[in-house]
């Protein structure tokens, strides 16, 4: 049985992680400060007596006790309405959160997965994103905080790799979907089934021809595991996503499609520096972690839309109570 940190634990792809770490019988530190995260994604493993859940901020120091053997850091933000509400703090989450996380990755001598992301590449000059590919970022641009936050928490991890020889895993993720995600996060994943289910227009920004690549939370989570378990000398970074690219336009028919609905779209004004496509290259991860992923879109929007559904009815209910 490892001891296996999971900073952002309470988070949407967090609380998957803890799920399936605790299956496979590890004891879990689940930390989380709740600034996106949420009780209610953890509360069914609360009573749990191989769980704990740790509330802190990753921005100050911090002690665990005992041995550790493994640390998930996934503490940050993710949807972009989230990481600008503060841009400085999200800049501070990923860098001095990092650097506490590194420093006790080392007093442990415990491996260290950072989740990073395919935001590193920015609006990428190369397509699809390969892990060689530096990356286009807007450094003065609204996703800066971000981007650079991440590429900086990344650059961090490997002067640890040669400087300390600590054990490092760089997951860059690309757009992850599932249950558990925020409802009002304003990805476009929640945002789109909301609209959906409640009978509201789909907010398509710009015309919608920019492109996503969706990943299912079950396979990520079973990549970043796999990544964590890899040999000593496979540090990444590792693209981790499903290279199935679709156009936000032809997206936004495929959930009200799904839903049994008619498609009415509102055309929104395209956010500053949206990447235009996003697509992974995921040659590195099948090879070096015999991974890719195996859930279709249909299938994972049909569990996504359930939990989105659930939800609804359940807060419909209590606000008439
Ligand atoms: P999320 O917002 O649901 O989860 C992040 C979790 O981190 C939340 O529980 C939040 O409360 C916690 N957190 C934030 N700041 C913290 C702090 N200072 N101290 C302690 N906890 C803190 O996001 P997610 O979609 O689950 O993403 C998880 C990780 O994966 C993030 O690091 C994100 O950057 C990365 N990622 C996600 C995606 C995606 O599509 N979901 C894509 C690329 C990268
Ligand atoms: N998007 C959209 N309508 C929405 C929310 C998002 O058209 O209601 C678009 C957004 O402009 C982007 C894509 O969907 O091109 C994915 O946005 P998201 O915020 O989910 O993730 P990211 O931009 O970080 O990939």
């Not at 490892?2 to 004891?27: P, T």
């Not at 600008?84 to 080392?106: C, E, F, K, N, W």
């Not at 032809?250 to 959930?255: L, M, P, V």
Request: proline share 6%; charged share 25%.
């Amino acid at each position: 049985m490892k001891r296996i940190l999971v900073a952002g634990g309470a988070g949407f792809v967090g609380s998957h992680l803890c799920d399936r770490l605790l299956a496979e019988g590890h004891h879990v530190i689940c930390l989380d400060n709740l600034l996106t995260g949420s009780h209610d994604n953890v509360s069914h493993n609360l009573d749990h007596p191989r769980f704990e859940f740790m509330e802190h901020d990753i921005v100050e120091p911090l002690k665990i006790r005992g041995k550790l053997d493994e640390i998930y850091n996934l503490a940050c933000p993710a949807s972009p309405v989230h990481y600008q509400a503060d841009p400085h703090y999200t800049v501070m989450i990923s860098v001095m959160g990092v650097y506490h996380l590194l420093a006790l990755a080392r007093e442990k001598g415990a491996r260290i997965l950072q989740a990073s992301t395919s935001e590193v590449y920015g609006d990428p000059l190369k397509h699809p994103q390969t892990e060689s590919d530096n990356g286009n970022v807007n450094c003065t641009g609204p996703r800066a905080c971000y981007d650079e936050g991440k590429r900086c928490a990344e650059a961090m991890l490997f002067d640890a790799l040669r400087q300390h020889g600590t054990n490092i895993k760089v997951a860059r993720i690309f757009n992850t979907y599932g249950p558990r995600m925020h409802e009002k996060d304003g990805r476009v994943v929640s945002n789109f089934a909301v609209q959906v289910l409640t009978g509201q227009p789909i907010t398509v920004y710009g015309e919608g021809r920019q492109t996503r690549s969706f990943c299912y939370v079950d396979d990520l989570v079973d990549g970043l595991m796999k990544l964590m378990n890899s040999p000593d000398g496979v540090h990444g970074p590792v693209n981790l996503g499903n290279p199935d690219e679709v156009t936000i336009l032809e997206f936004a028919h495929r959930i009200a499609a799904h839903v049994g609905v008619e498609a009415e779209i509102l055309l929104k004004p395209l956010p500053v520096d949206d990447p235009q496509r996003r697509r992974p290259d995921i040659r590195v991860a099948r090879e070096v972690l015999g991974w890719a992923p195996s859930t279709v879109l249909e299938e994972g929007l049909s569990r996504t839309v359930d939990y989105f559904r659930a939800k609804l009815n359940r807060e419909d209910r209590l606000s008439r109570k």
